[in-house]
């Protein structure tokens, strides 16, 4: 699988570079700004693209900007957007033109080597990963989730973060089947059409929270 990293702190990208081709990956480009990530990300078309978010010479949000113009040339373009902090106005961003094939993960998560891993894998196969910490936020911020149980919140917040059933399932120690029931229940509360794709449904949750 190809690989591009966009990072401007030497460590990280060089850790980043050696951890993936590691496991596997063929790291294509290492960039250490922004002016030049667009046409690196459309022209060599990466199967996956590991950006951070604020790239010099500004340090505010080039990865991101250069990584949504370079999906807008290249539709569904899989881009994985690493940020310090959580910014749901970054998650909305990155959203926006719903094609799935994205993640957005706070920099502390590149410590947990398998999940890391995982997250790219998925991006790349078209999915879309977002942060815990963002999800939670989301969540807690809308009032009108009120009228889902607590056992629905939990699949909900667990959805959002790119899970399959099977996995939901896992760590709520349930049946898919229930995982299944509380998906369709939730959905019907909030007013939003089941899928059976996971970054639509995913995709779908969080329009609704941003609302």
């Not at 926006?96 to 994205?102: E, I, L, M, P």
């Not at 629905?152 to 995982?179: C, Q, Y």
């Amino acid at each position: 699988m190809r690989v591009l990293i966009a990072e401007d702190q030497l460590l990280l990208r060089d850790g980043l570079s050696r951890m993936l081709t590691a496991y596997g990956f063929d790291v294509v480009a290492a960039i250490d700004e922004g002016p030049q990530l667009t046409e690196a990300l459309v022209s060599l078309r990466p199967d996956v693209a590991v950006v951070d978010v604020r790239l010099p010479p500004t340090f505010t949000d080039e990865g991101l900007r250069a990584s949504i113009a370079a999906r807008a040339e290249v539709p569904g373009l899989p881009v994985l957007i690493l940020s310090q902090y959580v910014e749901r106005l970054y998650a909305r961003e990155l959203l926006s033109d719903r094609t799935g094939a994205v993640g957005y993960l706070l920099k502390d998560r590149v410590g947990d080597v398998r999940q890391f891993i995982d997250a790219i894998r998925q991006i790349a196969a078209g999915a879309t990963v977002m942060d815990p910490e963002v999800v939670a936020q989301l969540l807690h911020q809308r009032d009108t989730l009120a009228v889902l149980t607590p056992r629905e919140r939990d699949v909900l917040r667990l959805m959002a973060e790119g899970r399959s059933n099977a996995a939901i399932a896992a760590h709520m120690v349930i049946t898919e089947k229930s995982v299944s029931n509380h998906i369709n229940t939730l959905f019907a509360k909030l007013g939003l059409p089941p899928s059976n794709s996971d970054h639509r449904r995913v995709l779908a949750v969080l329009a609704y929270l941003d609302q």
